[in-house]
């Protein structure tokens, strides 16, 4: 099952800094496993990030395989996250919320928390 994670960038450098992302935490599951179904699902996470950023801020959405039958709302350890979508630089308070993240690997959260 993939799940989307949203969150910020002080939020994921708590979660890569704990090596994991704590239970409860919101996600968001696609309805299907189709481009289409995970897209919305992409989307959907991306409005809830922006519902976390106080102020101008990056939209960061982590996406995480879980095993089939894990808890969906326990803790998600970082080795079953697959990518992290994220903007490139802090949006206006009023921008675009249509606007496309981009995609980073795993092997770029440091960068992506490091600015």
Do not use: N
């Amino acid at each position: 099952m993939r799940v989307y994670l949203p969150t910020t960038l002080t939020g994921l450098a708590a979660w890569h800094a704990a090596g994991e992302v704590p239970a409860g935490t919101d996600r968001v599951v696609a309805p299907d496993e189709t481009e289409e179904g995970e897209y919305a699902a992409l989307l959907g996470a991306a409005d809830a990030s922006t519902a976390l950023l106080a102020g101008p801020g990056r939209r960061v959405v982590v996406v995480a395989e879980l095993a089939d039958g894990a808890p969906s709302d326990g803790p998600v350890p970082l080795k079953r996250v697959v990518a992290v979508h994220a903007d490139t630089e802090d949006r206006p308070v009023d921008a675009d919320p249509d606007e496309d993240l981009a995609w980073f690997a795993t092997q770029e959260i440091e960068f992506l928390i490091s600015g």
